[in-house]
Structure formats: C-alpha cells, structure tokens
C-alpha cells in the first residue's frame, strides 16, 4: 500500500505532460525570423513545422548550447 502511494504521483505527472504539445503562434514566428537574412524561407520553416507538430509527426529541434 505504501508503493502505491509513492507511485501514483509519479503516475500522475506521466501522464498529464504526456499529450501536451504547443506551437509557435504568427507573432512568435515573426519575431525569430525578423532577424535572418532569408525571413521568408525561415517563415515557410516554422510554419511547415508548426503544422507537422499540431498534426502530431515528429520534427526535429536544433538545441542551441547556452553560451555564457
């Protein structure tokens, strides 16, 4: 009984952030691409891939280390 107890939160946070996928709006794609020298080709990108995330394929996500 007391492993249940210590699971089910685990449990819980799983499979509430499981499903859960956000995209980028308009505003936030245009203001990333604002600064690239090609901004409708950025623009085309980031809505073909906003596409693909809502419509649930994977697309890939280039990390960009953090540089102090």
Known sequence: ???FF??????LILFTFANSAYSLS?????EICQN???RLTCRKN????KLNLL???Q???PVIPFKK
């Open 1 to 3: 009984m007391k492993s």
């Open 6 to 11: 210590i699971t089910l939160p685990y449990l």
């Open 26 to 30: 308009e505003n936030q794609i245009k």
């Open 36 to 38: 690239k020298p090609r």
């Open 46 to 49: 980031l809505k073909f891939k």
């Open 55 to 57: 419509q649930g394929y």
């Open 59 to 61: 697309i890939e996500i």
